[in-house]
Each structure stands twice: as structure tokens, then as C-alpha cells.
């Protein structure tokens, strides 16, 4: 090896130790100021409660105040784009909703954001949705429901939580497997449909607990199936969709702490080790469960994973389902 080679090899090795010097040492003093939960929806539903379920969590975990920052509109894609454009160093997070960032992808070609963007540093909730309906629709089952949609093609309206989200694909898929017909209504984020679902303007929601948990409680609205293998705990009376009739028909929303691309791999293991503390701790259950949410870790890896599969699905979905961006 000539010495001019020789010396770059060394610069190399030297340039190399040094980054990870840094990023150790980055690791070792994070965090040492306020981190910021960007939110892609507006104050209320799942995404948010997840929020601010792990904001008061991690602060307690990490000493450091932990801010959620509400950033709705276009689909979720100005958070995304937000934090895609952040400084990579774990002080500004993305609080991901699963049909975000899996779905968005399949159905917009030039996003401000891609996948890429993101680094994974945590799974830290699920949430099966709930078929829930207005007071004024004629049926007390799924099964009436099912039939009032056959009998009625168009006539009634539902409500998501945007174009794309899981709410819009969710029920697009109700729709084929059921061969029923209803007019898609778009809003930014859970708060804002869950108004005009209760006034009537609007007529069916499929969405998480959290939404509708409180108002098919007291009656406001009627809950006829929850889209997942088991009765929810916070609705114990209302029957699972397999139950009700309608097998196949399952539903699970997810959210994910993600951070910049570039973010220093000791930054992003340390903080989902505070994450996974902040979920373990026992006043963040019990949080969760009055919220209809449950608490699912997964380490940075195994979300990788997660969101790789379900892309994958969701792409076959949406072109089942002719699904378009508006």
C-alpha cells in the first residue's frame, strides 16, 4: 500500500471514530432540553390521545418537558413534511399514524415526504375501530345496518379522519366486502367529523375507541361492531364484527414514534429505551385503558418491519379498493 493511501485509510478510520464519538456523546447528554411530539391531526381521537398518553410519560422518564404539537391538514403530510425537514438530533419526533405512513405512499406518488425520511424508534399504541352510527339510522344491528346500505344505495353519508387515513380506507373496505354503498366525507382529523356525525349531518364513522367510546356510552350514538378478534373493554355490550355476522372484517389503527433520517443510532436506542420505561410505567396504562387505547411497545427494528408488511397490504387494498387521492 502506497503512503498516500495508507493515510487516507487513516483518515478514513479517524473520520469514522470521530462520528461515532459524537453520536455516543450525543446519547450520553440527550435529552438536555424540551423534545416536541409533532401530531399530523388535529386535538382529539387516537392519534392525539397517544400523544399525549406518552408526553407525560416520557417526561417523567426523561426529566425533560415533552410538547405536542398538533400540525393537521393535507392527509397528515404537514407534520410529515415538518418533521422531515427538522433537525435530525431527537428533539423534534413524529407521532406517526399507521394509515399516514403506510398509506399515503400508495396513494400519492409526489408526497413532500417519503418513508426514507423517517428513522423508527418506537410502536407505543394500537386501537381496533368501532362501527358506529347516528341515532337517526334505522338499524340496532350490523346486520339491520348492512341491509338498510343494500336497500339504500348512496343515501347515506361517513365521515374519516382525511383522505387516506384508516377511517376513509377502512370503510372503503366495508363497503366491497359488504357490496354497499356510501358517500365518502373527508374532515381533518377525528374532533371535526365526530361534531357532525353527532349532529346528524353526516351518518356512519368507523373509527378508533377513543373517538366514540364516551358518546356510545351515553347513548349518542350506537356502536354496532368493533373490527377485532375481541369485544373492547370499554364496550363490553358491543359485539366483535365476526360476532355480529360480518366475519373478516378487521380493523387496527397504530401509532409510531419516528425521527429524521440521520438521527445518530445511539440517540434513537436511548430513546426508545425511555419510551418503553415511559409505557411500563402504571399510571400510563391506566390512562390508556380510560382512552380505549392499548399500549403495544415495539423496538426500532420490529417497527421497521411493521410498517415494510404493511405497506405492502395496504398498496393491494387501495388499488382493490380504486382508492384515489383528492
Not at 410502536?123 to 341491509?147: D, K, R, W
Not at 373509527?207 to 347513548?219: F, N, W
Amino acid at each position: 500500500m502506497t503512503t498516500t493511501s495508507s493515510r487516507r485509510v487513516r483518515s478514513m478510520l479517524f473520520a469514522l471514530l470521530g462520528t461515532t464519538l459524537v453520536s455516543a456523546a450525543m446519547a450520553q447528554a440527550y435529552p438536555s432540553k424540551p423534545i416536541t411530539l409533532v401530531v399530523p391531526n388535529p386535538p382529539g381521537g387516537f392519534v392525539d390521545a397517544s400523544a399525549r398518553i406518552l408526553s407525560d410519560s416520557l417526561a417523567k422518564v426523561t426529566s425533560q418537558s415533552v410538547v405536542v404539537d398538533n400540525r393537521g391538514g393535507g392527509s397528515g403530510n404537514v407534520a410529515y413534511q415538518h418533521v422531515a425537514r427538522a433537525n435530525a438530533d431527537g428533539y423534534t419526533l413524529l407521532n406517526s399514524y399507521s394509515a399516514y405512513h403506510v398509506g399515503n405512499p400508495n396513494l400519492t406518488p409526489k408526497l413532500p415526504w417519503a418513508q426514507k425520511d423517517f428513522v423508527p424508534v418506537a410502536l407505543i399504541t394500537v386501537a381496533t375501530n368501532v362501527i358506529a352510527i347516528h341515532p337517526s339510522v334505522p338499524a340496532n344491528n350490523l346486520g339491520e345496518f348492512i341491509t338498510y346500505l343494500k336497500a339504500n344505495p348512496g343515501r347515506l353519508s361517513y365521515a374519516s379522519q382525511g383522505n387516506g387515513s384508516l377511517s376513509h380506507i377502512g370503510t372503503e373496505m366495508f363497503k366491497l366486502q359488504t357490496k354497499t354503498s356510501m358517500v365518502h366525507i373527508p374532515y381533518r382529523g377525528s374532533g371535526p367529523a365526530l361534531q357532525d356525525v353527532l349532529s346528524g349531518q353526516v351518518q356512519v364513522f368507523i373509527t378508533t375507541p377513543p373517538s366514540v367510546m364516551g358518546q356510545v356510552q351515553v347513548g349518542k350514538l350506537k356502536g354496532l361492531a368493533v373490527a377485532g378478534k375481541t369485544r373492547h373493554p370499554g364496550l363490553p355490550t358491543v359485539p366483535t364484527t365476526s360476532e355480529a355476522g360480518l366475519k373478516g372484517f378487521e380493523l387496527e389503527a397504530w401509532v409510531g414514534i419516528f425521527a429524521p433520517a440521520g438521527t445518530p443510532p445511539d440517540v434513537v436506542t436511548k430513546l426508545s429505551g425511555q419510551i418503553k420505561a415511559a409505557l411500563e410505567l402504571p399510571e400510563t396504562k391506566t390512562r390508556a385503558d380510560g382512552a380505549g387505547i392499548e399500549l403495544r411497545y415495539l423496538a426500532p427494528a420490529a417497527l421497521d418491519e411493521l410498517v415494510k408488511k404493511e405497506t405492502d397490504f395496504w398498496a393491494k387494498t387501495i388499488k382493490t379498493a380504486g382508492i384515489k387521492a383528492e
